[in-house]
């Protein structure tokens, strides 16, 4: 590519310069002619106020006046012969043509010839001529054009030089560009192009950062999606493990309802699948108002089994009047699941779930009793490489919160309270529901 701008550039160069300089040498060389015929005729010009008082005394020749270097002047009878100076002794062709009584400019010999006749009452009398050598001439029209063709090679040398820097202005940026898609290619989404000032490159640059931008987006959210649906998805293929063995191990159990129960446990599964994988993928969200009662109703028979087994309670706290929230429905029970999860694993004592509002948000906290949380809220939240502890877990229902427009944050650290703030606007009544 930088070869051939070069190219071109230097090729428009020469046939510019040749299309401009040619006629400009034709036209220099006319005029240094036109210009020493013009020198010619006022010499002569001259020589003929000097000789004309002697020939109109009568006198057969006069004392011409000395010319100038490189110009000869000869004086000629009507004759045609030559009566004094320098020059042939007969007549040239302008000589003969000046005794019509008119100047004349012609050619003799290699020689530049201007005649100019002296007259008497419309009589020519004699004739002056001047003439000098052609290559006088030629020198002037050959220094002219060396200085021209100088000129010439000196702007073809600086349209090199100046193709050569926009070449490599314009092909750098594109064989990096190049690279960055070569590095993009190779899985590095964190390559950028630099800008360039030039519109059409930074705009192809542009293009490729948001490429880049998308697919490291898309990549970080399928890695997040198998770490949070491994995370999410841990806790009910467990308790479906344990019914699934129970009612293997123990004839007595009721075969019919640890089908049903395992059914459910499968339909609970398939449907946190299906919500990780929407939630994953941005699907567009609903724009119906969040049912919070039907909601709590699906979160306590979700979790009331295993908190029961292990003798801890599971209370629901409904305020009166709660402002209307249009929250993904998806979304606030996968965060629920989480932070319920977290309570499970690693708090004590009862679980508590409180819906009020909170000025212009409907918080809906999930306290237990376990010990004080000491840990940083930024460290909290952060999610980590391991799937051990709360990493995870918080990590992706703070995501899921801020998605919402929400707010998940750590209310108090003792009783561990965890409050997840969504927008919203307007009251409207909820039926008080009773502890559980």
């Known amino acids: 590519m930088r070869k051939r701008i070069v190219s071109l550039t230097v090729l428009a160069a020469v046939l510019a310069i040749g299309l401009f300089g040619i006629p400009l040498a034709a036209g220099v060389a006319r005029y240094y002619l036109a210009d020493e015929r013009g020198e010619l005729q006022r010499v002569a010009d001259e020589a003929t106020l000097a000789v004309s008082g002697d020939l109109l005394r009568g006198r057969d020749s006069a004392e011409m006046p000395t010319a100038e270097p490189g110009i000869a002047l000869g004086l000629y009878n009507p004759v045609g012969h030559k009566i004094g100076g320098r020059g042939p002794v007969q007549a040239d062709a302008a000589v003969r043509g000046a005794l019509h009584g008119h100047v004349t400019n012609g050619d003799s010999g290699g020689d530049l010839v201007v005649a100019v006749p002296v007259a008497d009452n419309e009589r020519v009398v004699a004739v002056i001529r001047a003439a000098t050598t052609r290559w006088q001439v030629y020198v002037r029209i050959a220094r002219t054009w060396l200085l021209m063709v100088a000129i010439g090679a000196v702007a073809i040398m600086l349209s090199w030089l100046v193709a050569r820097h926009q070449a490599r202005r314009l092909a750098q940026p594109i064989e990096e560009m190049a690279q960055t898609a070569q590095r993009l290619g190779d899985g590095d989404f964190s390559v950028r192009t630099r800008p360039t000032g030039i519109p059409e490159i930074d705009s192809a640059g542009a293009s490729l ?145 409180g819906v009020r509002e909170s000025g212009d948000a409907l918080a809906i906290d999930v306290i237990d009793e376990g010990t004080v949380i000491t840990d940083d809220s930024g460290d909290l939240f952060r999610r980590r490489t391991a799937a051990s502890g709360h990493g995870i877990g918080l990590a992706m229902a703070r995501s899921l919160a801020e998605a919402e427009g929400g707010r998940l944050l750590l209310s108090r650290p003792s009783p561990p309270t965890f409050t997840l703030l969504l927008p919203a606007r307007g009251i409207t009544p909820a039926e008080p529901e009773n502890t559980r």
């Open 209 to 353: 950062d948001a490429t880049a931008e998308r697919l490291g987006t898309l990549l970080t959210r399928e890695r997040a999606f198998s770490a949070d649906a491994s995370h999410q998805l841990r806790t009910p293929l467990t308790g479906l493990r344990l019914r699934l063995e129970a009612a293997r191990d123990n004839p007595r159990v009721d075969t019919q309802a640890a089908m049903t129960s395992a059914i459910a446990a499968a339909d609970r599964l398939e449907r946190t699948i299906t919500e990780l994988l929407a939630l994953a993928r941005d699907t567009p969200r609903r724009t119906e108002p969040l049912r919070v009662n039907t909601l709590l109703e699906e979160v306590r028979q979700n979790w009331h089994a295993d908190l029961a087994a292990r003798g801890r309670p599971l209370r629901i706290e409904i305020a009166p009047e709660l402002p209307v929230c249009m929250a993904s429905t998806a979304a606030v029970r996968q965060i629920l699941d989480v932070l319920i999860d977290n309570a499970v694993r690693h708090g004590a004592g009862a679980v508590t779930l």
